[in-house]
């Protein structure tokens, strides 16, 4: 028996019926921190590219469209929009089922809340939106997309650093100032690592973690890492704790608004002995000494870079340290002759912000000797310029 026709509007009002899905929240990239509890995903549709340069930290890659897919339409688009938009059409739809076969198929409704994003908020971001809606995920959609989470990290840069007080740990290359910086974040004070966010130690041999070469990220990303760790201060009455950097690590500058803040700041330097940092700088950067990154140590692209410095001579003599394994000669002509050197030329720029001096004769990879003889030194000198509270709230969570 056939069933009486209905009317275009009747199909139309039956399908919403029961085809609603669940709803859309369009949210601004202000509400996103009193959207955490909320959200339990954050999906970046755009290019793996475009994720790589930057993205909102903890954000995932789902591409709707990948690098050769957007190109394509891209390219289609110049000549005949409709073409590309059917294009676009095909290719998004053939990811999106491919990410409901693989992500979304171990993350129901009940455990996934997601947040998408594009690079506008516009196509991209809204197809995995609608989709996700119909199956019935409650879904957030950033307004304006990446573009204006990177205009809200900007002007956040802006003003954010001035409602901190830093102290600065300063100290020659090999004293173990991240360490230090670690075994302080460990005992509850509020730390910065500049260098960790750089992805880069900040010197000479300083893209490797001491097993492994490491990329460092985008200026952009580097300062979206930088504003998400300002952001997340718990308190913004007590110290923070940076290491004395210059105003470039790697490849990356430090923000102009933090980087003004960290000139003005109060700071300690940290005194090791020259033995003890040849050996910790030895053990820091053995990936130098690995037979299969002896010639890119020798090559212009490290010790190379300090014949304008320290001569063509000089760099010789390295160069054949290098080549004779003599690894403890090479750190403490590299640490004597061109760290200490610079080290030196910075901190009489700062002499009127040093709070004191901490000697530490001991080893720095000793984190029990670390915690009860060279944390309290330096929290009582900071006592002394600055507000107690803003030291003691930190020190009772340890």
Excluded at 282 to 294: A, F, H, I, L, V
Aim: hydrophobic share 35%.
């Amino acid at each position: 028996m056939l069933r009486p026709f209905l009317s275009p509007n009747k199909y139309i009002n039956t399908f919403a019926r029961h085809f609603s899905g669940a709803p859309i929240t369009t949210v601004q990239p202000s509400d996103l921190s009193a959207l955490q509890s909320n959200i339990t995903h954050v999906i970046d549709v755009r290019t793996p590219s475009e994720y790589q340069h930057d993205r909102i930290p903890q954000a995932i890659n789902l591409p709707v469209l990948h690098q050769h897919q957007h190109h394509e339409v891209g390219t289609h688009y110049k000549g005949n929009p409709f073409q590309a938009r059917k294009v676009g059409a095909a290719h998004v739809s053939n990811n999106i089922a491919t990410m409901l076969d693989t992500f979304f198929q171990n993350h129901d409704a009940t455990t996934c809340r997601p947040l998408i994003y594009c690079w506008r908020g516009g196509q991209r971001s809204q197809s995995l939106a609608h989709v996700l809606s119909q199956i019935g995920y409650q879904t957030y959609l950033l307004q304006g997309g990446y573009k204006s989470y990177r205009q809200q990290v900007v002007q956040s840069l802006k003003h954010i650093a001035n409602k901190y007080t830093f102290v600065l740990l300063s100290g020659m290359t090999g004293s173990g100032k991240t360490k230090v910086l670690e075994r302080l974040h460990r005992h509850g004070h509020q730390v910065i690592d500049l260098e960790e966010l750089a992805e880069h130690r900040g010197s000479l041999l300083g893209h490797t973690d001491g097993t492994r070469e490491r990329r460092q990220p985008s200026q952009k990303l580097f300062e979206t890492r930088v504003n998400d760790q300002l952001q997340a201060i718990p308190n913004a009455n007590n110290i923070v704790w940076l290491e004395a950097e210059s105003n470039k690590i790697g490849n990356v500058h430090i923000p102009t608004e933090l980087w003004a803040a960290m000139k003005r700041s109060k700071r300690i330097a940290l005194q090791v002995p020259i033995d003890e940092r040849v050996r910790y700088t030895m053990k820091t950067y053995q990936y130098w000494m690995e037979e299969s990154n002896r010639q890119e140590l020798m090559g212009d692209a490290v010790l190379g870079r300090l014949k304008k410095t320290r001569g063509k001579e000089w760099c010789g003599r390295m160069v054949q340290l290098v080549q004779d394994q003599r690894w403890a000669d090479l750190v403490q002509c590299l640490l004597k002759d061109h760290y200490d050197v610079l080290y030196q030329e910075n901190e009489n720029r700062y002499r009127d912000k040093l709070i004191g001096e901490v000697v530490y004769v001991n080893a720095l990879d000793n984190d029990e000797q670390i915690d009860r003889l060279l944390l309290p030194e330096m929290e009582r000198l900071v006592k002394t310029v600055v507000p107690e509270g803003h030291v003691a709230a930190a020190s009772a969570q340890q």
